[in-house]
């Protein structure tokens, strides 16, 4: 065994590994991590390809051998530098995109989990263009682009937080 630390992938290998995901043989596993701290949650701007500038929570493909769980908090910390303690997942969802002839582009399964803040005010990094702790409110008045299945995950971890509840009908 090296003591050397593992070398940082090159731009080149990012862009790589990114190209491989597109049109896949089959699905790729992937977690969120949704992070709620009293009345907001911890967001993220993707600055990579899918859905670049968009807004959701953290996140990105599960590793070989890394729990769901653990992975979800991995991609929290890479992203942000918060770290939190996982609390459950909240969904499953798959997000599939096309391409002009219909074939499939994209397929992720996606898997949100729940975490419990414990540290960090979030500083973005790695797949993260910024980071931002947003309301209910903020998310409703659109002042951040964001994914259809983003208010649904918050009302969902505010619920399990205890916090306020969702108008009725706003959970599917």
């Known amino acids: ?6 070398a940082e992938p090159t731009t080149a290998d990012l862009d ?35 859905n670049q ?12 051998g890394e729990t769901v769980t653990a992975g979800a908090m991995r991609e929290l910390l890479e992203e942000t530098g918060i770290a939190a303690k996982p609390a459950g997942i909240l ?12 074939r499939v582009q994209f397929h992720y399964l996606l898997i949100a989990v729940r975490g419990i803040w414990h ?8 797949d993260a263009a910024a980071c931002a702790w947003v309301s209910r409110d903020d998310i409703v008045a659109g002042r ?6 983003l208010l649904p995950l918050l009302d969902r971890a505010m619920m399990a937080e205890g916090g306020a509840a969702a108008p009725a009908g706003s959970i599917s």
């Open 1 to 6: 065994m090296s003591d050397r630390p593992a």
């Open 16 to 50: 790589a590994l990114r190209a491989a995901r597109r049109y896949p043989d089959r699905p790729i596993v992937a977690v969120l991590a949704v992070v709620v701290r009293g009345e907001h949650a911890l967001i993220v701007q993707r600055a990579q390809q899918p």
């Open 53 to 64: 500038g968009r807004w959701g929570f953290p996140g990105g493909v599960l590793e070989l």
């Open 91 to 102: 969904d499953v969802h798959d997000a599939i995109t096309r391409d002009a002839d219909g």
């Open 119 to 126: 540290s960090g005010e979030g500083e973005p990094a790695d």
């Open 144 to 149: 951040y682009p964001t994914f259809p299945t």
